[in-house]
T-cell receptor, first 111, second 115 residues
Framework: GENVEQHPSTLSVQEGDSAVIKCTYS??????FPWYKQELGKRPQLIID?????GEKKDQRIAVTLNKTAKHFSLHITETQPEDSAVYFC??????????FGKGTKLSVKP | ETGVTQTPRHLVMGMTNKKSLKCEQHLGHNAMYWYKQSAKKPLELMFV???????ENNSVPSRFSPECPNSSHLFLHLHTLQPEDSALYLCASSQADGRSNSPLHFGNGTRLTVT
């Protein structure tokens, strides 16, 4: 089955700096790559997603890049703010519409 | 309002108890999911229902029994659980068309503690 690896597990940045989180996957047939943000005590929420027919997608301060050949994709957050502090999960779309998640990255943005 | 409502928010049960978790989605979706979230582990898919039919059972022990009476409601029946089953149980829904993936919408979860 699909295997999703996410790095790093923790990331600490200074406010205003950029943050990058990377994920790799194993199934070359996968074609959907969302990112979820989970604040403490809250539910995971979709922040951005990309499908295999595009290489990059941006939404204000966040962007996702996809390299299908290498089977990896990354989340980029620019101009980080304290409210960006949360756990971020990458996921890969499976054959039944279900998602396989990475282990998560705890991002801390220091003011 | 999240669109996906889970009850109860917290549950403490003994190993011999029987309890049920409930999930309801108000988004008109046709697929519903149960995920387990434990500390320092990825979100683990437990069950998938598409159009009320179970399409995936991810090797979940039989002490967890799902029920999907219609496309808006999903239950997880719990029986003789173990302490290692303590976790956050998240319900999610999506609009599945059988050809491509779509975003999952999660509920707030039920924090389960097995004593």
């Amino acid at each position: 089955g699909e295997n999703v690896e996410q790095h790093p597990s923790t990331l600490s940045v200074q406010e205003g700096d950029s943050a990058v989180i990377k994920c790799t996957y194993s199934d070359s047939a996968s074609n959907y790559f969302p990112w979820y943000k989970q604040e403490l005590g809250k539910r995971p929420q979709l922040i951005i997603d990309i499908r295999s027919n595009v290489g990059e997608k941006k939404d204000q301060r966040i962007a996702v890049t996809l390299n299908k050949t290498a089977k990896h994709f990354s989340l980029h957050i620019t101009e980080t703010q304290p409210e960006d502090s949360a756990v971020y999960f990458c996921a890969v779309g499976g054959s039944q519409g279900n998602l396989i998640f990475g282990k998560g990255t705890k991002l801390s943005v220091k003011p | 309002e999240t669109g996906v409502t889970q009850t109860p928010r917290h549950l403490v049960m003994g190993m011999t108890n029987k309890k049920s978790l409930k999930c309801e989605q108000h988004l008109g979706h046709n697929a519903m999911y149960w995920y387990k979230q434990s500390a320092k582990k990825p979100l683990e898919l437990m069950f998938v229902y598409n159009f009320k039919e179970q399409t995936e059972n991810n090797s979940v022990p039989s002490r967890f029994s799902p029920e999907c009476p219609n496309s808006s409601h999903l239950f997880l029946h719990l029986h003789t659980l173990q302490p290692e089953d303590s976790a956050l149980y998240l319900c999610a829904s999506s609009q599945a068309d059988g050809r491509s993936n779509s975003p999952l919408h999660f509920g707030n979860g039920t924090r389960l503690t097995v004593t």
